[in-house]
């Protein structure tokens, strides 16, 4: 199934059979990130409007590792 990106109208394919609320999906387009609010119907959403959650992938704070 395929929406298209609020931000540069580029169809993104999320397979409802395994995307679930709340997942993140990026546009390959503008590299928007998306968050899955609905599977049915699908309807994505800019994580930007939900609001940052500081659960796992916390940006620009990358360890180097050696
Ligand atoms: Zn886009």
Redesign the pocket.
Known sequence: MAVV?P????P?TVDTDEAEEGEKVV??????ELEVVSIDPLELAPVDAIGYDDEDDAPAMEEDEE
């Open positions: 990106c931000e540069c109208d580029n993104i546009c390959d387009e503008c590299g928007m």
